[in-house]
């Protein structure tokens, strides 16, 4: 199986923009995609980016995913932050038989 | 509305069984895949168990193979996931959560049923 590693923490400021990585350990998001859950206290995780680049509707703008060209690392963007960002979130992706989360990404909004 | 009501959870000894329901409304059950996800007190997501709408394929996470089983009634829009030898370390939020048929993708999540493993 493979490995998804996110950083442990990120922090930014009202209004600027932050960015949360994650590296996949092999393997390659061209074949299987990534997908972003937000996560905050006390509740279930909420999908927030799909096939890597795709936000569900509901889902601000201001949220956005990319994969660099080498399809090995994937990003989460979020413009424009606001506390209520304040959360966890997790980027997970999967092969034929199982799915694997990144061990998750605490954003502070300062 | 989209709906995943799970049950069935609770303190149970080490070397227990317990047995969780997930209870769907809100959309065509038979046509997507259900998926548990747990989490950990204080830790990350960890993926357990699949299965697809039709039952045809079921997965493990290594964790748990052997001693949990995942099943589905799509008459009765339900998934249940029966934990046996339950071990301190399957002490966890358990998540119900929708997955369009071979996506990937966690689409939809319920709220999640605790599981407590100890004496």
């Known amino acids: 199986n493979f490995m998804l590693t996110q950083p442990h923490s990120v922090s930014g400021s009202p209004g600027k923009t932050v960015t949360i990585s994650c590296t996949r350990s092999s393997g390659s998001f061209a074949n299987y995609s990534v997908h972003w859950y937000q996560q905050r206290p006390g509740s279930a995780p909420t999908i927030l980016i799909f096939f890597d680049d795709q936000r569900p509707s509901g889902v601000p703008d201001r949220f956005s995913g990319s994969i660099d060209s080498s399809s090995t690392s994937a990003s989460l963007i979020i413009s424009g932050l606001k506390t209520e960002d304040e959360a966890e979130y997790y980027c997970?992706?999967?092969?034929?038989?199982?799915?694997?989360f990144g061990g998750g990404t605490h954003l502070t909004v300062l | 509305e989209v709906q995943l009501v799970a049950s069935g959870g609770g303190l149970v000894n080490p070397g227990g069984s317990l047995t969780l329901s997930c209870a769907a409304s809100?959309?065509?059950?038979?046509?997507?895949?259900m998926n548990w996800v747990r989490q950990a007190p204080g830790k990350g997501l960890e993926w357990v168990s699949s299965i697809s709408s039709r039952s045809s394929y079921i997965f493990y996470s290594d964790s748990v193979k052997g001693r949990f089983t995942i099943s589905r009634d799509n008459a009765e829009n339900s998934v249940t996931l029966q934990m046996n030898s339950l071990r301190a370390e399957d002490t966890a939020m358990y998540y119900c959560?929708?997955?369009?048929?071979?996506?990937?993708?966690?689409?939809?999540w319920g709220p999640g049923v605790l599981v407590t493993v100890s004496s």
């Open positions: 959560v929708r997955e369009e048929d071979f996506s990937g993708c966690g689409d939809f």
């Open positions: 809100g959309f065509t059950f038979s046509e997507y895949t």
């Open positions: 997970q992706s999967y092969n034929a038989t199982t799915w694997v």
